[in-house]
């Protein structure tokens, strides 16, 4: 994949979009296991907004919470630069934090360098794990399912589109076989591959 910003744009706004749409459903499972993952206080979300800041420093997305913020600077194929973590860091408030969520191995090494405790750092397949951990624990809810159906979608697109772990095999990648859909040849073939690159 060669770098496009809309890809990276793409992915942040849909990250946002179902942890808004779980607070509205008023399921509080993934954003629980996003700041117990970051090592963060429980609090209450207040709302969740996309590419805020000014000119010289804009965050892809914010979720707020009672108490702090954390801001969101998103890769997927992009480069981090230490210069740009440093004008978002002078913009946002001393209690809030600056969450860098990318797969790029240099990027948590450039993070450990700047050696600042507001800074923080998940990659995409963490976020993949804990979207599925989220689809485990709301499965067999009912009243869950317009959701199930919702966060299943961004399992697939993450497994399209970014670097995730391999995390087994489903039915879909056996009906496959058997009745072909175009669509889902490319997260066949990385599932494939993720499985190869393990044996």
């Given at each position: ?85 440093n ?16 797969n ?5 090494i ?5 050696k ?6 998940l ?9 599925i ?8 809810d ?16 993450l ?13 879909e990648?056996?009906d496959?076989w058997?009745?072909?859909?175009p669509?889902y040849?490319?997260?066949?073939k990385?599932?494939?591959?993720a ?5």
């Amino acid at each position: 994949l060669a770098y496009d910003p809309q890809i990276e744009d793409n992915t942040t706004k849909s990250l946002i979009n179902i942890l808004e749409f779980l607070q509205e459903v008023q399921s509080s499972v993934l954003i629980e296991l996003l700041l117990k993952k970051l090592g963060l206080p429980r609090r209450a979300v207040l709302s969740f907004a996309l590419q805020q800041g000014r000119e010289s420093s804009r965050p892809d997305a914010v979720i707020c919470l009672e108490g702090y913020s954390i801001f969101i600077e998103a890769k997927v194929k992009a480069d981090l630069y230490e210069d740009q973590l440093n004008r978002h860091l002078a913009h946002i408030n001393t209690r809030d934090y600056l969450l860098i969520i990318s797969n790029n191995k240099a990027d948590s090494i450039c993070l450990k360098q700047i050696k600042n405790n507001r800074l923080l750092f998940l990659t995409w397949a963490d976020i993949h794990k804990l979207c599925i951990e989220t689809l485990r624990q709301i499965k067999t809810d009912k009243k869950m399912a317009a959701v199930s159906h919702l966060l299943k979608h961004f399992v697939d697109y993450l497994e399209v589109v970014v670097m995730t772990e391999f995390s087994g095999f489903k039915d879909e990648d056996f009906d496959f076989w058997v009745d072909t859909n175009p669509y889902y040849v490319p997260i066949l073939k990385r599932k494939l591959k993720a499985f190869a690159e393990i044996i």
